[in-house]
């Protein structure tokens, strides 16, 4: 379980990407599913209550992640997107020491077992 509080909004679009990140993440942010596909209004809708806040678009490497990925950045510029390989395609498939890595990166923090 996440033991310290952060004031960072992770987007990503299923239940199994929030689930895998939960797991390895040594801070509580907002982790917000889009659930598949999703609409201008309805981005805005759902992240609306966070605009003060860093938001970090992590979608998987496919079509549909390049679309809400196209969305968010019209919406939200100033969003940080990180990125999965595209051989594992999804968040949900890369393995957690990967993903360690990446959210690293942006200096959020990982539980240390997943770090390299």
Known sequence: MANVFSEKVILVEGRSDKLQLLRLLDESPEIICTNGTISNVKLEEIL???????????????????????????????????????????VANTPFKVLASILKRVNIKVKKEFLL
């Open 48 to 90: 609306s209550p966070y605009d003060d806040l860093p938001i970090y678009a992590f979608l998987d490497a496919d079509k549909s992640g390049e679309q809400i990925r196209s969305i968010v950045r019209k919406e939200y510029p100033e969003a940080i997107h990180l990125y999965t390989n595209p051989m594992y395609c999804e």
